[in-house]
Nanobody, 116 residues
Framework: QVQLVESGGGLVQAGGSLRLSCAAS????????MGWYRQAPGKQRELVAGFTTGGNTNYADSVKGRFTISRDNAKNTMYLQMNSLKPEDTAVYYCNAISSMGRAYWGQGTQVTVSS
C-alpha cells in the first residue's frame, strides 16, 4: 500500500503562486511513476504534470511555462510549483502514484482557488 497526502492548496489572486506538496509513505519502492491531476467542477479529472517511468517530466499544454513539478527523494515528497495562476486553474488537485503492478493510488486532494 502507498499513502499520499497533499498540502499547500488555498485561495490566491490571479497572477499569484502556490506550491503543492505530496508526501508519500508505505511501499515507496513499488512506485513506478507519479504525477499531479486536477478536477474542476463539472469537468473530468485531467493530468497536470507528471514524471514518466524514465524520470522525464510532462505537462498539460495549459500549464506549460507556469507550473513546475519536482521531487525530493530523500523526503519522499513531490511538489508542484504553480506560478502566474489563472482563475481557470481553480480545481481540486490530486497527487497520483502508479505502482510497478499498475495499481493507482490517490491522495485526498487539495483545493486551489484562484480569484480574478
Amino acid at each position: 500500500q502507498v499513502q499520499l497526502v497533499e498540502s499547500g492548496g488555498g485561495l490566491v489572486q490571479a497572477g499569484g503562486s502556490l506550491r503543492l506538496s505530496c508526501a508519500a509513505s508505505g511501499r515507496i519502492g513499488s512506485i513506478n511513476r507519479m504525477g499531479w491531476y486536477r478536477q474542476a467542477p463539472g469537468k473530468q479529472r485531467e493530468l497536470v504534470a507528471g514524471f514518466t517511468t524514465g524520470g522525464n517530466t510532462n505537462y498539460a499544454d495549459s500549464v506549460k511555462g507556469r507550473f513546475t513539478i519536482s521531487r525530493d527523494n530523500a523526503k519522499n515528497t513531490m511538489y508542484l510549483q504553480m506560478n502566474s495562476l489563472k482563475p481557470e486553474d481553480t480545481a481540486v488537485y490530486y497527487c497520483n502514484a502508479i505502482s510497478s503492478m499498475g495499481r493507482a493510488y490517490w491522495g485526498q486532494g487539495t483545493q486551489v482557488t484562484v480569484s480574478s
